[in-house]
């Protein structure tokens, strides 16, 4: 990609040639996995989430300025701190599974029951005495529409669930929908990562084998 569009003014990709300069980039195609699950539920459990799920919410990263000001009401800007964003939402369609294996809801109850007990309030000594035993880690990757670039990537530490999200199933007998949860969480770090970052380039090999395996090209037809 040029340093300097010939556009600059117009500001669309189409030039005077009949070259487009750039493609713009096309929300939904994003993909997260678990790289790190807690005690009390492993990755195979999560990988269902990541198969199921419909939406991600990323927090942000803020920087803190406090204004100084000056003679004549004159102000200057001074940073003080980072303020970063620790809520991570995921949202996910719930199934029916005939291999009688448990709703995903069930795993994401079963971590938060081990953080602190329905019933007792404690943590379970097993599976989350440490935070080192309860948050879980992942990466996240939204590319384009061939899955072959990576648009935006970023690692998530430290995440735990801080909701069982029981109200989200509404049941009403007149009406007859998919069951839709959005699992709200709170993360540690988030940071961007650049395409060619280890965990970035691994998964992006692992969907693009899924997808060449599953055969995505139709075969010309006569």
């Known amino acids: 990609m040029p340093n300097v569009f010939q556009n600059i003014v117009t500001r669309h990709p189409l030039t005077k040639d009949g070259v487009y300069e750039w493609d713009f980039a096309v929300s939904g195609y994003f993909f997260f ?30 920087i803190t300025v406090n204004d100084r000001q000056g003679l004549g009401g004159l102000r200057t800007g001074v940073v003080t701190s ?15 599974h005939p291999d009688g294996s448990y709703p995903l ?7 938060a029951n081990a953080v602190r007990n329905f019933m007792t309030g404690v943590a379970n000594k097993d599976t989350a005495f440490s935070m080192n035993d309860y948050k879980a880690h992942g990466v996240f990757l939204a590319t384009d529409p061939t899955v ?26 007149a009406t007859n929908d998919f069951i839709e949860y959005t699992v709200p969480g709170h993360i540690d770090r988030i940071w961007p ?18 997808l060449e395996t599953a055969g995505i090209d ?5």
């Open 33 to 62: 996995k678990f790289t790190k699950a807690p005690k009390a539920v492993s990755l195979d459990d999560l990988s269902q989430l990541q198969a199921l799920c419909t939406g991600i919410t990323l927090p942000d990263i803020n």
């Open 148 to 173: 072959t670039k990576v648009v935006v990537a970023a690692r998530v530490w430290g995440f735990v669930p801080t909701t069982v999200p029981m109200s989200n199933y509404h049941g009403d007998i």
């Open 193 to 210: 990562i650049l395409e060619d970052h280890s965990e970035v380039s691994n998964f992006l090999s692992e969907l693009r084998n899924y």
């Open 218 to 222: 139709i075969p010309a037809t006569t």
């Open 82 to 96: 980072l303020d970063m964003g620790t809520t991570f939402e995921i949202r996910f369609v719930e199934i029916v």
């Open 105 to 111: 809801l069930y795993y994401i109850a079963k971590w």
